[in-house]
């Protein structure tokens, strides 16, 4: 009777806005699983080599490529193999490459990490200039190598200062 239409609607309308939710949209809904690379992975001997070509395309949302450097408050490379020279494509490129097979991908430079230690954020986030520097550096350096992003592993900011000028970078 009246229960059973009742249930019935209910059940309607539950799987309904269950629907709705589970087609919207996928980027505000779907996970993010963010893969790094190293540039040292390449050295690694025998089966522990590891290169671009090795990483399943359809595995990470966001593929990270660790890591970059910063000379003089700008972004650099840090290995040799890292820039595409004489034709030879280098880590960055083939890295950048996985976007052909998964054009959802997006692949980020991180700069920073535990060898690059904290004194270089330090005087590059301690003043606006400085600041000022290094992001116009980095969006031009991300752009023309055709990275969506980039990722700071400033580690770690320590005391009042660094953390105002984290903020103030960040910003």
């Known amino acids: ?28 809904n779907s996970k993010k ?6 540039n040292w992975a390449q050295y690694r001997p025998n089966e522990g080599k590891y290169v671009p070509e090795d ?21 650099s490379s ?13 880590m960055y490129e083939r890295l950048v490459d996985v976007k052909n097979k998964n054009k959802d991908a997006k692949v980020l430079l991180a700069i920073g990490g ?4 904290t004194q270089r954020f330090k005087e ?10 290094f ?8 752009r ?7 990722d700071l592993d400033w580690e770690f900011p320590r005391g009042g200062d660094d953390k105002k000028h984290f903020v103030s970078l960040l910003k």
């Open 135 to 142: 992001v116009f550096s980095a969006i031009k350096y991300l």
């Open 78 to 90: 840090f290995d040799s193999t890292d820039e595409t020279k004489n034709g030879k494509k280098g």
């Open 55 to 75: 990483i399943d395309p359809t595995l990470c949302t966001h593929l990270i490529f660790a890591f970059g450097w910063m000379k003089k408050h700008k972004i």
């Open 1 to 28: 009777g009246t229960l059973t239409i009742l249930f019935l609607c209910l059940t309607a309308l539950c799987l309904t806005v269950e629907c709705s939710r589970l087609t919207s949209s996928k980027s505000t």
């Open 33 to 38: 699983i963010v893969c790094y690379f190293t």
């Open 114 to 117: 535990w060898s690059f230690g």
């Open 124 to 133: 590059m986030a301690s003043n606006r200039y400085n600041r000022q520097l």
């Open 144 to 150: 023309d190598r055709n990275f969506d992003g980039l």
